[in-house]
């Protein structure tokens, strides 16, 4: 009998935090509307999340309501948004010329200018093309 009742409460726990969880999906664009691949869609607080595929579309499994995603890109304000009660999350990220400025290219990388060791060239752009 102690059995019987210890898997119907298993059973219980388990269905209420399958029913708690739920999958999100979206797009990911600028301010004019032209999806953003690559943009990084973290559950705040963890390491899990996922990054937006060629045309700004992301899908994530196991959320709850009370969690918040966080859409980050470089060039772009992160953005904060609560899940809630919702099953599609569309984001318009906004410029941020600032973080721009912080940004130094190498031959194969990006690093912020405060984390860069070693000799630097510095040029404009318009020089460049």
């Known amino acids: 009998m102690k059995l019987i009742k210890l898997t119907i409460i298993l059973f219980i726990l388990s269905t209420v935090t399958v029913l708690g969880q739920k999958s999100i999906k979206g797009k990911v664009t600028d301010s004019k509307g032209i999806p953003i691949p690559l943009v990084n869609v973290i ?10 595929n060629m045309d700004g579309l992301y899908k994530l499994d196991n959320l709850k309501p009370a969690n918040i995603l966080v859409f980050s890109f470089i060039g772009y304000q992160n ?3 609560k899940v809630l009660d919702s099953e599609v999350i569309n984001v318009t990220l906004v410029d941020d010329a600032t973080q721009l400025d912080e940004i130094v290219l190498i031959g194969y990388d990006a690093v912020k200018k405060k984390d860069l060791t070693g000799p630097i060239l510095i040029g404009q752009m318009h020089s460049l093309k």
Not at 43 to 52: C, N, P, Q, R, S
């Open 79 to 81: 953005k904060e948004v």
């Open 43 to 52: 559950i705040k607080g963890t390491a899990e999340g996922t990054v937006t």
